[in-house]
């Protein structure tokens, strides 16, 4: 758990908290494609943008930016969460979603699908 919560600047007790009780909230959310091709999107237009090396330090400010996009997203989907609770699991989710691409990438590559 450390690593997650050091990569989306959270406090270890609370990520694993909010992934113990809404983990499979978090994951059905992230295999919507309504709601992860839109991150995916604006995760490659920020890549754009910035113009640098994609690193932790990228992502957590990737991961920053996208909370405002999902919080309401989250609150179409289940409006029982507290404002906290929201914020970690926007944090959480963007962090799964991308991820996934970068793994789903570097398989590609490494098998020359890319």
């Given at each position: 758990?450390?690593?997650?919560?050091?990569?989306?600047?959270?406090?270890?007790?609370?990520?694993?908290?909010?992934?113990?009780?809404?983990?499979?909230?978090?994951?059905?959310i992230s295999e919507n494609h309504s709601i992860?091709?839109?991150?995916?999107?604006?995760?490659?237009?920020?890549?754009?943008?910035?113009?640098?090396?994609?690193?932790?330090?990228?992502?957590?400010?990737?991961?920053?930016?996208?909370?405002?996009?999902?919080?309401?997203?989250?609150?179409?989907?289940?409006?029982?969460?507290?404002?906290?609770?929201?914020?970690?699991?926007?944090?959480?989710?963007?962090?799964?979603?991308?991820?996934?691409?970068?793994?789903?990438?570097?398989?590609?590559?490494?098998?020359?699908?890319?």
């Amino acid at each position: 758990m450390t690593n997650i919560a050091t990569r989306i600047d959270e406090d270890e007790f609370d990520v694993e908290l909010i992934t113990t009780n809404y983990g499979d909230f978090i994951e059905n959310i992230s295999e919507n494609h309504s709601i992860f091709l839109p991150i995916l999107d604006d995760f490659e237009k920020f890549k754009i943008a910035n113009n640098v090396t994609v690193d932790a330090q990228f992502i957590r400010s990737f991961i920053l930016k996208e909370i405002d996009f999902l919080i309401p997203v989250l609150k179409k989907h289940n409006n029982t969460f507290t404002a906290d609770e929201y914020r970690i699991i926007a944090k959480i989710l963007t962090h799964k979603v991308v991820l996934k691409s970068r793994n789903i990438s570097k398989i590609k590559k490494g098998t020359g699908l890319s």
